[in-house]
Nanobody, 122 residues
Framework: QVQLVESGGGLVQAGGSLRLSCAASGRTFGTDAMGWFRQAPGKEREFVAAIRWSGGSTYYADSVKGRFTISRDNAKNTVYLQMNMLKPEDTAVYYC???????????????WGQGTQVTVSS
């Protein structure tokens, strides 16, 4: 089993920044990919970004390219999502997820965190 714990959410004004963290523990050796997803009220959960622990390849949704950056600290088993130039439409619960191979599809992921709320005011 892999445990994921997100932190760093909060309330921020449009144009501001937040950094989310996702700490992984447990049997992490079987997971090479970490992803961030988000779910806004009344909407389906959507892909935001993903990264591979090995090599660090990154993937982004078009809606966040140029504004969000995903990174990882292998020594700390932690993945980050730096979010800049935030917009009200970025408001959502943000989840991190893990699986053995990188994917942008929600249903491919095996392990999920509890989520952290990000609210962007206009």
């Amino acid at each position: 089993q892999v445990q994921l714990v997100e932190s760093g959410g909060g309330l921020v004004q449009a144009g501001g920044s937040l950094r989310l963290s996702c700490a992984a523990s447990g049997r992490t050796f079987g997971t090479d990919a970490m992803g961030w997803f988000r779910q806004a009220p009344g909407k389906e959960r959507e892909f935001v970004a993903a990264i591979r622990w090995s090599g660090g390849s990154t993937y982004y949704a078009d809606s966040v390219k140029g504004r969000f950056t995903i990174s990882r600290d292998n020594a700390k088993n932690t993945v980050y999502l730096q979010m800049n130039m935030l917009k009200p439409e970025d408001t959502a619960v943000y989840y991190c997820a893990a699986r053995h191979l990188v994917s942008t599809r929600e249903y491919d992921y095996d392990y999920w965190g509890q989520g952290t709320q990000v609210t962007v005011s206009s």
